[in-house]
């Protein structure tokens, strides 16, 4: 059941990088993904307390 839905997930994930990917383009998506990239490893540094 877990993996099921881990699978749904990351193919609607997929699916939204697609569409942002088309609505946009790629260099703007690819952007976007690596600033949230950032972010979450920023977020992820200051909750590890160091």
Request: glycine fraction near 8%; charge should be positive; charged fraction near 5%.
């Amino acid at each position: 059941m877990v993996t099921r839905l881990f699978l749904v997930y990351a193919v609607a994930e997929l699916a939204v990088v697609v569409a942002l990917a088309s609505t946009l383009a790629f260099g703007w998506t690819v952007l976007l993904l690596l600033a949230t990239f950032v972010v979450g490893v920023v977020l992820a540094g200051s909750r590890s307390g160091t």
